[in-house]
DNA sequence: TCTGGGGTCCTAGGACCC
DNA sequence: TCTGGGGTCCTAGGACCC
């Protein structure tokens, strides 16, 4: 059985916490720059007031009910998510930390609706956040209980046990397709094409239909509805793919020098936080929007992305490619409403030994430097365990770019990585 | 006039290889 | 007018999530 832990409200809870006055009263959370409200408390929801509203559409209710808000400070939110996060991680044999509100529990075979409940109630006396508990056989299962719990919190106190209730196909029947994890709009429009409009019709319908129309996405949902669990638990959060940074700007901007200075900024936070991981960046993105909100204005959304020429987190040095991408995509006579840097192909820096291939001639590498190393290795250079080897040479593959890494694997007997190297191969 | 900022995964199609 | 059959890799774009 899996469980799904949702925290309610969750960066408006957090607020709460620190400010206890606010209990009871309608309160907003806004998004980067105060634009849009990205989270409600239960009194600012029934007022009405949608998700992700921009919040000058907002200013009528706002001011009639005395709604309080805030700009978002991600650095309490995260500190309030580790909290809960460590609460979970000692009651269960696995967690996986499924976003900042939310984690996935792999739960013990004697688990049930009480011991749900007795967390839940550990939880909001040891933080202060209330959460939902959906416990199903699989992640999409949990997720929807999870969602039953929330939507109907007055009856299922904040926890909902799906395969223990006596009627889950009602839970199903009254699900439409759109509130399943994974299904929006339009996924949703195209099975309501089918016929399909509840999450209990997609249980029953035919996966070859699902397969055609919506991939293997589709069948995956439709399995892991039919409790076929295919989304395994992660609980080691995989490597980070890329990074991201960029900003609205509060009014638009036409100039490069404004702009030049504005990505600066976003190359300065996205190489911090690359370095924070230990990563090295291996390509770059920049890009460059106007306002699409704007029909009346011309619009131009330009991006360009390269390889780097060699792996860096240096500021200076993504500055400078930064610069110079953003020049090849500016135009004169647009209003730029938004730029971003992303950086791509991340690469661990720990252990990143780039020599071997970057410096051997291409197409060759250098098998005695791998020799030394290996007899180092095995301690006694007066009697080395290996004096030679066969000569490798690397497939010159289409796209080897000297530092692109994915063309080594082609080569595993001859890896550049030495914390790599087989100790069983090294004998033989 | 204002209307976020991050991410992931999948697919189709083109370039290129043998 | 006909003009193969396999692959791989990369990118753009779409869809989704929080």
């Known amino acids: 059985m899996i469980a799904l832990v949702d925290c309610n409200n969750f960066f408006c ?35 009405g007031i949608p998700m992700g509203a921009p919040l000058h559409e907002q200013h009528e209710v706002i001011r009639k009910h005395d709604v309080q808000v805030f700009s978002s400070n991600y650095t309490l939110y995260g500190d309030m998510s580790a909290r809960v996060m460590s609460i979970l991680r000692e009651e269960v044999p696995a967690i996986e930390v499924y976003s900042i509100d939310e984690a996935f529990l792999r739960l013990p075979g004697n688990f049930d ?31 929807l209980a999870n969602r039953h ?26 699900t439409p397709t ?65 990074v991201m940074a960029s900003r609205s700007f509060g009014s638009p901007v036409e100039g490069l020098e404004e702009l030049e200075e504005a990505l600066a900024n976003h190359v300065a936070r996205a190489g911090e936080k690359i370095r ?3 990563l090295l960046a ?34 200076a040095e993504l500055m400078k490619t930064a610069n110079d991408l953003l020049h090849r995509i500016y135009r004169p006579g647009y209003r730029y ?51 030679r080897a066969s000569q490798g040479t690397e497939r010159a593959g289409k796209g080897n770019k000297g530092w692109k890494m994915k ?3 082609h080569s595993p007997h001859y890896t550049t990585d030495w914390n790599q190297l087989p100790e069983a191969r090294v004998d033989s």
């Not at 299904?183 to 309501?192: F, W």
């Open 13 to 47: 809870s957090c607020e709460r916490v620190f400010n206890p006055a606010l209990q009871g009263k309608p309160i907003v959370v806004l998004s980067n720059n105060d634009g849009c409200i990205i989270s409600r408390s239960e009194e600012a929801k029934a007022l």
């Open 113 to 143: 609706e009480e011991m749900a409940r007795t967390l839940r109630a550990k939880i909001l006396q040891w933080t202060g956040i209330p959460v939902c508990i959906g416990i199903g056989s699989t992640k999409l299962l949990a997720k």
């Open 149 to 174: 719990a929330k939507k109907n919190k007055a009856l299922t106190g904040g926890v909902f046990d799906l395969p223990r209730y006596w009627d889950p196909e009602g839970i199903l029947a009254d």
């Open 178 to 242: 759109d509130g399943l994890w994974g299904v929006g709009r339009n996924l949703a429009a195209r099975l309501a094409k089918m016929g399909i409009r509840t999450a209990l019709d997609f249980q029953h319908a035919d996966p070859a239909a699902i397969r055609k129309s919506m991939g293997v996405v589709g069948e995956r949902m439709f399995r892991e509805l039919n409790g076929i669990a295919c989304l395994e638990l992660e609980e080691m959060p995989p490597d980070r793919k890329g």
């Open 276 to 278: 924070r991981f230990g």
């Open 282 to 315: 291996t390509g770059m993105e920049v890009f460059l929007q106007t306002n699409r909100f704007r029909k009346d204005q011309a619009q131009y959304s330009p991006g360009i992305g390269i390889t780097l020429d060699r792996p860096t987190n240096a500021t």
């Open 337 to 387: 409403k938004k730029t971003g840097v992303q950086l791509t192909n991340l690469v661990s820096e720990e252990g990143f030994q780039p020599s071997l291939f970057d410096q051997a001639k291409p197409g060759r590498i250098d098998v005695d430097k791998i020799v030394d190393e290996i007899n180092r290795r095995l301690g006694d250079p007066k009697n080395p365990m290996i004096t």
């Open 407 to 409: 063309s080594e694997r």
